[in-house]
């Protein structure tokens, strides 16, 4: 499965975006799709993963501000990310588990500016 990221890009503190990621093949039985993001110098962090039934999960730093979503028909996952802050700065990535073999896709940029 290939992963494809679009949708960053440079937005305002406060202002929103929605990352797309579309896959190269049905994502229909995909365990799990999920998005993580990193800064030079630190780990890749996962943000939110998505489980075929569509149940999610968020880590405490984009709680209640981002939200996964995944569309079967168009074999996308998407991150709607609101009320964004400089500290969200960081290169995007997709990234699925599939009956035990993981795949990422290439990062999309968000800069946030203050």
């Known amino acids: 499965v290939q992963l494809q990221a679009s949708g960053g890009g440079l937005v305002q503190a406060g202002g929103s975006l929605r990352l797309s990621c579309a896959a190269s093949?049905?994502?229909?039985?995909?365990?799990?799709m999920a998005w993580y993001r990193q800064v030079p110098g630190k780990q890749r962090e996962v943000l939110a993963d998505i489980g075929i039934g569509g149940r999610s999960s968020y880590a405490d730093s984009v709680k209640g501000r981002f939200t996964i979503s995944r569309d079967n028909a168009k074999n996308t996952v998407y991150l709607q990310m609101n009320s964004l802050k400089p500290e969200d700065t960081a290169v995007y990535y997709c990234h699925a588990i599939d009956s035990g073999h993981k795949y990422w896709g290439q990062g999309t940029l968000v800069t946030v500016s203050s």
């Open positions: 093949a049905s994502i229909f039985s995909i365990d799990v």
